[in-house]
C-alpha cells in the first residue's frame, strides 16, 4: 500500500505511529459537564502519554423523536468548544449539518465532521473543506468503502488536502449495524487515513422505539478489532455516568473504564505497527 498523507491536527499527527484518540460525550449537556469531561479525558491521556482530540455535539439533528434533546444550537457550542481548546491545549472537533453552521464552526473548531447521514451531500461537503480546518467524513451506513472516493474528490476539488474517513458500520437489517473490519483497508487504499468510531458501530438505530439503543459492551471488542486490523485512530463516546446520557447513552463506554480501554488499544498498536 503506498504511504498515506499524514493528517495534522494540532500538535497531533493521524498516520504516525501513534494511535489518534477522539474522545469526548455524544452532546454538550451544559458548559459545566462538557468542561469537566474535557478536563477529565485530558488527564487520563496525559497519564498515559496518549494523542487525543477532544469532541463533543452542539446539535444533535438526527435524532429519533422530536421530543429528544439535542444540544446548546451552533454558535453557544462553537464557542465553548474553542474555549475549551485554547484552555487546555487541546484540539476539538464537532460535527456541522449545512454549509451555514460549517462556516461557522470553522472559526473555533479544529476538525469538522461530516455525519454519516449527510456524507453525500455536496455543498456541505465543500463548505466544510472551503474553511481550511481539517475534515473528517463518517462512511455512511449505506455506503461501500470505496464509495468514498467520490467524497475525497470532493473535498480535494475544494483545495482541501487535510481529511481523513471515519468507519462507523454498515446497515445490517432493520435497526441493527455491523462493522466490515475490511472496510479500514479498502479506505486506506483510497490513500486516506481511516478512524474506526467504536460506540456508533454498536449502535442500534431506533431500536429502543423513540430512542436509539445500543451495546456499549462490544465497544471495546470492536475498538481492539479494529486497531489490529490497521486503523490510523479510534472515536469513543465516553460519559460519567452513560445511564443519565441526554444522548445515545447506550453505546457510551464508562468514562471509568476508558484507561484500561486505552492502555490496551495503544499496545495492541505497537504490536501490529
Known amino acids: 500500500m503506498p504511504r498515506r498523507p499524514v493528517v495534522k491536527?494540532?500538535?497531533?499527527?493521524?498516520?504516525?505511529?501513534?494511535?489518534l484518540f477522539i474522545l469526548g460525550p455524544c452532546v454538550i449537556e451544559s458548559a459545566a459537564f462538557t468542561r469537566r469531561m474535557a478536563?477529565?479525558?485530558?488527564?487520563?491521556?496525559?497519564?498515559?502519554?496518549?494523542a487525543?482530540?477532544?469532541?463533543?455535539?452542539?446539535?444533535?439533528?438526527?435524532?429519533t423523536s422530536v421530543k429528544s434533546f439535542r444540544g446548546t444550537g451552533v454558535r453557544d457550542g462553537c464557542r465553548l468548544l474553542g474555549e475549551i481548546g485554547g484552555e487546555l491545549g487541546v484540539p476539538v472537533t464537532t460535527d456541522v449539518h449545512s454549509p451555514q453552521?460549517?462556516?461557522?464552526?470553522?472559526?473555533?473548531?479544529?476538525?469538522?465532521?461530516?455525519?454519516?447521514?449527510?456524507?453525500?451531500?455536496?455543498?456541505?461537503?465543500?463548505?466544510?473543506?472551503?474553511?481550511?480546518?481539517?475534515?473528517?467524513?463518517?462512511?455512511?451506513q449505506f455506503l461501500a468503502p470505496w464509495d468514498m472516493a467520490?467524497?475525497?474528490?470532493?473535498?480535494?476539488?475544494?483545495?482541501?488536502?487535510?481529511?481523513?474517513?471515519?468507519e462507523r458500520g454498515t446497515t445490517f437489517g432493520y435497526n441493527n449495524l455491523v462493522?466490515?473490519?475490511?472496510?479500514?483497508?479498502?479506505?486506506?487504499?483510497?490513500n486516506c487515513q481511516v478512524?474506526?468510531?467504536?460506540t456508533h458501530s454498536v449502535q442500534r438505530p431506533g431500536g429502543a422505539g423513540e430512542t436509539t439503543g445500543g451495546d456499549g459492551e462490544l465497544a471495546p471488542i470492536l475498538a481492539r478489532a479494529a486497531v489490529a486490523a490497521g486503523c490510523d485512530g479510534l472515536f469513543i463516546e465516553t460519559h460519567e455516568n452513560p445511564a443519565k446520557a441526554l444522548s445515545d447513552g447506550p453505546n457510551q463506554i464508562p468514562l471509568r473504564d476508558l484507561p484500561r480501554l486505552?492502555?490496551?488499544?495503544?499496545?495492541l498498536r505497537d504490536a501490529v505497527v
Open 9 to 19: 491536527i494540532g500538535p497531533h499527527k493521524l498516520g504516525g505511529r501513534e494511535l
Open 195 to 198: 478512524v474506526f468510531d467504536a
Open 52 to 63: 487525543f482530540v477532544f469532541k463533543a455535539s452542539y446539535d444533535k439533528a438526527n435524532r
Open 101 to 140: 453552521e460549517a462556516e461557522i464552526a470553522g472559526e473555533t473548531v479544529d476538525v469538522l465532521q461530516i455525519p454519516a447521514f449527510l456524507c453525500r451531500q455536496t455543498d456541505l461537503i465543500v463548505a466544510a473543506g472551503s474553511t481550511g480546518r481539517v475534515v473528517n467524513v463518517k462512511k455512511g
Open 150 to 166: 467520490n467524497v475525497a474528490k470532493k473535498l480535494v476539488a475544494t483545495g482541501c488536502k487535510s481529511f481523513f474517513f471515519t
Open 262 to 267: 486505552l492502555a490496551q488499544l495503544r499496545a
Open 179 to 190: 462493522s466490515d473490519m475490511r472496510s479500514i483497508y479498502w479506505m486506506q487504499r483510497l
Open 39 to 50: 478536563k477529565k479525558l485530558k488527564a487520563i491521556c496525559d497519564d498515559q502519554g496518549a
